[in-house]
């Protein structure tokens, strides 16, 4: 542990490049080897020193197959895919829930949340030092990162170490090997986002998408609220993002998923994945679930279930926008082989090679991931008003989404009913977004649904995932592991 914190989280970033950020601009920026004074003196250190964070996005271990595997193949929503002797490391092991501690995508998720974590601490520590107008917004940006990739982790493991400064002591650095809380982590991402949202712009222009905003902030601690049941918090955010004029719900859902689609009026925050020297796309993501087989494009993991296909009632558009079958012709003109190793697979992370921007690398190819936007705001305000007892305005906010589905009104009137029905909302309206395994666990569910779908979950046991072997053999037991591992 003690290695881990003090290279990978600041000596990486004292030592080697700082290269790569959110924007197109930033994108082509070349390496270059720099040490703390040279950016204390540079006219552009604020801004390679959040590049560095931004940086951590496109990472392979953040963004893609562990993230994938934890957040989506381990749920209803999804199988391994993939051919049935190709395992994925542990994806296998995921998909039936006979994991362990030892598993490989624990210790990516893990190692790469705290890098991020590392990165913004470092970044924020420094930040003050340098006198520049904008140095606020640099200041927000950090604290708004800090505090996604802190959420990424509680939601997943539960509570983990609170890094809150560079460690640099021997002290510190063992602070490290000390669990948090779950209350303490949701206290600190908080704070993080309530000074990022004071901190950030309203508008991003254009040449800086992928950069976080104010909404952005809100929304974040809109979702943060909804995890902690804080219903009155997710309506307020919720409702300033709403009342923002900032956003709206795309009228075509197909389009949110493709380049035309990128920074819509629907989109809060996504990675920008556009780069062309070099290529930096967010690795590995596209190709690792792209059609497998004759005439295939990629490795055919995280495949949609026949329950989930299910769950879409009649003429719902989104299923054919999230859900590409085997013999399909797509909105390009390709061909899904009718042999592919697989009957389906995820159409929102399809890159077109034809009709989009595509630079030849499929792992580092043009596809940006979706983070958060309008659609999952208005289900957070649902949510959260029909907790409140507020029905008439979580039915409102719930018809929004339904509508553009192509779907008439909710006939929910009970609160427990109207409940019901926006978790099957939010379960078709976000498919393969990265939050169905989390959802079924905060709303109390996780083991009556993926037990009826056949994966062995344990309740008490599978209610988080275990804390990384490997950095608890690095502590020296001092980490302690949840609960059944």
């Not at 990165?119 to 917004?137: C, E, Q, V």
């Not at 539960?158 to 000390?178: F, M, N, Q, R, Y």
């Not at 508008?203 to 995890?227: C, D, H, T």
């Not at 990629?298 to 085997?326: C, H, S």
Request: aromatic share 10%.
């Amino acid at each position: 542990m003690k290695r881990i914190i003090n290279n990978r989280f600041f000596l990486l970033l004292f030592t080697t490049t700082l290269f790569l950020s959110c924007s197109k601009k930033f994108l082509q920026e070349p390496p270059r080897t720099v040490t703390i004074q040279d950016l204390l003196n540079s006219s552009d250190g604020a801004l390679r020193l959040i590049a560095a964070v931004y940086n951590k996005l496109y990472a392979w271990e953040e963004h893609s197959f562990s993230w994938i595997g934890i957040s989506s193949i381990t749920s209803d929503d999804a199988d391994k895919g993939s051919d049935p002797g190709d395992s994925g490391a542990d994806k296998g092991d995921l998909d039936n829930w006979t994991f362990n501690p030892s598993g490989l995508s624990f210790l990516e998720v893990w190692i790469s949340n705290f890098e991020g974590i590392g990165r913004a601490t470092y970044a924020l520590k420094y930040l003050p030092d340098i006198n520049i107008p904008d140095r606020d917004r640099y200041i927000g940006e950090a604290k708004f990162l800090r505090a996604y990739f802190n959420f990424n982790l509680v939601r997943t493991f539960g509570g983990v170490p609170k890094i809150d400064k560079v460690l640099e002591s021997e002290t510190d650095i063992a602070t490290a090997t000390v669990r948090a809380s779950v209350a303490d982590i949701y206290a600190f991402i908080e704070s993080d986002l309530n000074d990022a949202i004071t901190k950030l712009p309203v508008n991003v222009p254009a040449a800086e998408n992928g950069r976080v905003s104010k909404g952005a902030a809100q929304a974040l601690l809109a979702k943060v609220s909804l995890y902690q049941k804080k219903w009155s918090l997710a309506k307020t955010m919720a409702d300033a993002v709403i009342t923002s004029g900032q956003y709206s719900l795309l009228t075509n859902y197909a389009m949110i998923w493709r380049e035309a689609g990128e920074f819509s009026s629907e989109s809060i925050w996504e990675v920008n994945a556009k780069g062309t020297t070099p290529n930096k796309g967010v690795e590995g993501y596209f190709v690792t679930q792209a059609p497998r087989g004759p005439n295939g494009l990629g490795w055919g993991f995280n495949t949609p279930t026949q329950d989930l296909v299910n769950a879409y009632e009649a003429g719902d558009v989104r299923k054919a926008a999230t859900i590409m079958f085997a013999g399909q012709t797509l909105w390009d003109g390709f061909v899904v082989s009718p042999q592919a190793s697989n009957p389906r697979y995820n159409y929102k992370s399809y890159v077109s090679k034809t009709r989009e921007s595509f630079n030849g690398d499929d792992w580092n190819s043009n596809k940006n991931i979706r983070i958060l936007r309008y659609g999952e705001i208005l289900l957070i305000k649902a949510e959260a008003e029909n907790e409140l007892g507020n029905i008439l305005p979580a039915q409102q906010a719930l018809n929004q989404i339904r509508n553009r589905a192509g779907l008439p009104n909710t006939i929910a009137v009970l609160q427990s009913d109207l409940r019901n029905a926006i978790w099957k909302e939010r379960r078709v309206e976000m498919a393969f977004e990265h939050d169905r395994m989390f959802d079924l666990r905060r709303t109390g569910r996780a083991g009556a649904v993926l037990r009826a779908h056949g994966k062995g979950y344990v309740d008490g046991k599978h209610d988080l995932f275990p804390i990384p072997q490997r950095e608890i053999d690095l502590s020296n037991g001092k980490l302690l592991q949840n609960p059944g591992y």
